[in-house]
């Protein structure tokens, strides 16, 4: 009741004070009329209250994200589906949506009169500069009586979840050398000149399974096409993401961190269009990753297409700094790992160098974005403070890598690694 009475209007306390003053009049002006008068205008406001207050208003809302995964700097529509599942109808509405100020400014809605069976639908336009997983919602609600005498604030509980990826730049075909996995022979194979499927599928026999089934090979082949489980290698490829605090310069989204997010995921995606399976590395160790039946793989993404790639960038939305160090050394030489690695890393230090030396060691080609850091820092810095290029002692462990700056092509860069002459086998890692 208190919070009803809260809830009185400005016209519904100047019914209550209207009331309450004809009351006092018509008692000491013994007019029984104006007394009458004056008790139903303070009945109405408490009437209304009291029903506001115990009336149980049935409103549902349905959210939906269009699309659920989007990209930094691109627009996502929510839509909204309001109804009324009670009986009793309710005068205005001013419907409030709670959301990050990263996606925009909260809006508000205005719905006029509603009764039973009501529903209607809006929608509005969210969009983040900034990658990352935020929570839309509750929604909050003012309910206001037919007659504007009572408003009450309520809440929807439900919020849903939505992510921003990283930006991804399109990144060209270029012929980089590496082993593919192997159990028994490593087998060398030229990568991202053409598609793994070429080589990971065979035609049906009578009695492979049908989930073994490769249902885009089959369109594009024109016969039915299954995977080939039983060959000695599969081309995999492993993407490390160095998010140590101490390698990065900058702050927030101008920072190199957030630059080596963008590559990292620019190049995930190539390989996996590529035909690759992807596992995500940071100087933690390997993200956990999923097969086709969701189970946890290692740190492998065995799902195929934009599936794999939205895991990857999911992964990668919420991914930040960390205190270590060092680098997480534990996954360097697990069983099957082989294949390509490329690693995006920041600055680096000896004893750095001799942890990529034994990714090198064990992996069939090793590709290496070094970010020139001292680009992203807010301090100017002269040429002597600077710190050295990490590309020198990565060629000398074997590595073909790049330089990236600040203002540097993603694009070009990656095609200069497929044009560089570093080492392409282990032996050259001394």
């Known amino acids: 009741m208190r919070e009803a009475l809260s809830g009185l209007t400005v016209r519904g306390r100047a019914f209550l004070a209207a009331g309450i003053t004809a009351i006092v009049c018509g008692i000491l002006l013994d007019q029984s009329t104006l007394s009458r008068i004056g008790m139903l205008l303070v009945a109405?406001?408490?009437?209304?209250?009291v029903v506001a207050a115990w009336g149980r208003y049935r409103l549902a809302l349905v959210r939906h994200i269009e699309p659920h995964l989007t990209e930094a700097g691109q627009p996502?529509?929510?839509?909204?589906?309001?109804?009324?599942?009670g009986r009793i109808p309710t005068g205005t509405l001013l419907l409030e949506e709670t959301v990050p100020y990263a996606l925009g400014g909260r809006p508000r809605f205005v719905v006029d009169r509603i009764g039973f069976g009501w529903r209607h639908k809006l929608g509005y336009q969210i969009r983040s500069e900034i990658r990352g997983r935020f929570d839309i919602g509750p929604m909050r609600v003012t309910v206001a009586d037919p007659f504007g005498l009572v408003e009450l604030n309520r809440a929807f509980h439900s919020t849903l979840p939505f992510t921003v990826t990283p930006r991804v730049i399109p990144l060209p075909s270029t012929p980089l050398t590496g082993n593919a996995t192997a159990s028994g022979d490593s087998r060398p194979r030229a990568f991202l000149g053409g598609s793994a499927e070429d080589v990971t599928v065979r035609e049906y026999r009578r009695g492979d399974e049908l989930r073994r089934v490769h249902w885009r090979s089959s369109a594009r082949l024109g016969d039915l096409m299954?995977?080939?489980?039983?060959?000695?290698w599969q081309a995999r490829a492993t993407v490390f993401l160095d998010n140590r605090r101490s390698v990065h310069?900058?702050?927030?989204?101008?920072?190199?961190f957030e630059q080596a997010v963008v590559v990292a995921a620019s190049v995930a995606v190539h390989l996996v269009e590529a035909g690759y399976s992807v596992r995500l590395v940071t100087s933690g160790g390997a993200t956990p990753g999923t097969n086709a039946a969701g189970e946890i793989n290692a740190g492998?993404?065995?799902?195929?297409?934009q599936a794999d790639a939205a895991a990857l960038l999911e992964a990668l939305a919420v991914v930040e700094t960390v205190q270590h160090h060092h680098i997480d050394a534990s996954w360097i030489g697990e069983a099957g790992q082989g294949g390509i690695t490329v690693a995006v890393l920041g600055s680096l230090d000896e004893e750095d160098?001799?942890?990529?030396?034994?990714?090198?060691?064990?992996?069939?080609?090793a590709l290496a974005f070094s970010l020139a850091v001292d680009g992203w820092s807010a301090v100017h810095l002269a040429p002597e403070q600077r710190r050295p290029s990490g590309v020198p002692l990565l060629i000398q462990h074997g590595w073909k890598a790049v330089e990236l700056g600040i203002g540097d092509s993603v694009a070009t860069r990656w095609r200069e690694l497929g044009t560089r002459g570093a080492a392409a086998g282990a032996g050259a890692a001394r």
């Open 353 to 365: 160098a001799r942890v990529l030396r034994r990714v090198r060691h064990h992996t069939g080609a």
């Open 44 to 49: 109405l406001p408490l009437v209304t209250a």
């Open 300 to 305: 492998w993404h065995d799902r195929e297409g």
């Open 249 to 256: 310069r900058g702050q927030g989204a101008g920072s190199s």
């Open 76 to 85: 996502a529509r929510v839509e909204l589906t309001i109804a009324n599942e």
């Open 226 to 232: 299954v995977r080939r489980e039983e060959q000695p």
